[in-house]
């Protein structure tokens, strides 16, 4: 990392801690969505590939930059976010006013006593999408890659630590597992056999486990997916959905749910890959600037 982009990073931390100090809550979250273009050090470099990906599959130049809007809008929210999960106070949560579309369909599965494998996407609220999860009372484990032996980590450790430890501690008696190639059966098992939902995602390229990825069409191309957890969830005869969050303004947030396999009949790990990406093809048409994986389309 550059010098000039380390100086705007601190910036940018500099300036969402500002808006938490000074703002209430709901007008904070709108001021960090206006202003994040003006410190995200990585936003001019990350426009040609998002916007690549967007032309990809819109025609309409408008149509792409409000997209791109979108998505520097809830990348702003998502870093005010971040100031209070630096902390040590949990309460902040409750100023969130989350609407749950689909809870009956996970509270009718958790009561099957299997867990749930609950599948998201790379949109920009990975942790509180988790926590706000647990408004349903019930115990949620989040599958993250360990990058602990990473340069990235090695310079932000304190603070990725302070935020793991935060948002554990809103899992309702679940857990972060943070697993490394090869290595994620056996806590995810754990994680099915104390009736948890576990969140994974499964829409990136990444090389994070060759032998568990197959590509799928996608949006008129192929998109290279991770299906370990899939795999897992089939096996086990896991019941499993797909989900996401979107923040609707101010304070508000919507959380929606989708069914892809009830646990109990013949499914396939191809056959649920496909309904949670027809879930995400659904989400993209009518929001593009919520997925954050435009960058990854040929």
Request: net charge positive.
């Amino acid at each position: 990392m550059g010098l000039l982009a380390a100086l705007r990073i601190k910036l940018l931390i500099v300036w969402m801690n500002i808006l938490r100090l000074c703002l209430p809550y709901a007008s904070a979250n709108k001021m960090a969505a206006r202003t994040i273009r003006y410190f995200h050090p990585a936003a001019g470099k990350q426009k040609p590939r998002y916007t690549a990906g967007l032309k990809h599959h819109l025609e309409c130049d408008d149509t792409i930059e409000q997209a791109w809007n979108r998505h520097l809008a809830l990348l702003g929210v998502q870093r005010f976010q971040s100031t209070f999960y630096a902390g040590t106070d949990t309460s902040w949560i409750e100023r969130c006013q989350v609407d749950i579309q689909g809870a009956d369909i996970i509270e009718r599965l958790q009561q099957q006593g299997k867990g749930v494998l609950v599948m998201t996407y790379h949109h920009h609220f990975n942790m509180l999408f988790c926590n706000l999860l647990g408004r349903l009372g019930l115990p949620i484990a989040t599958i993250a890659m360990d990058d602990r032996g990473s340069d990235r980590y090695q310079k932000f450790s304190k603070r990725v630590n302070r935020i793991y430890d935060h948002a554990e501690r809103l899992l309702n008696g679940g857990e972060i597992i943070l697993v490394k190639p090869q290595s994620q059966v056996r806590p995810i098992l754990r994680a099915f056999e104390k009736n948890q939902l576990v969140v994974t995602a499964n829409d990136f390229p990444d090389t994070f486990d060759d032998k568990n990825r197959r590509d799928f069409s996608f949006l008129g191309t192929t998109l290279s997916c991770p299906t370990g957890t899939v795999k897992l969830a089939v096996k086990k005869q896991i019941p499993i959905v797909a989900a996401y969050l979107n923040w609707n303004g101010n304070e508000r947030f919507r959380l929606s749910i989708h069914p892809v396999s009830n646990g109990e009949e013949a499914m396939t790990p191809e056959s649920a890959m496909e309904n949670y990406l027809g879930v995400l093809e659904t989400l993209v048409n009518d929001d593009p600037g919520l997925w954050e994986g435009w960058k990854w389309l040929p």
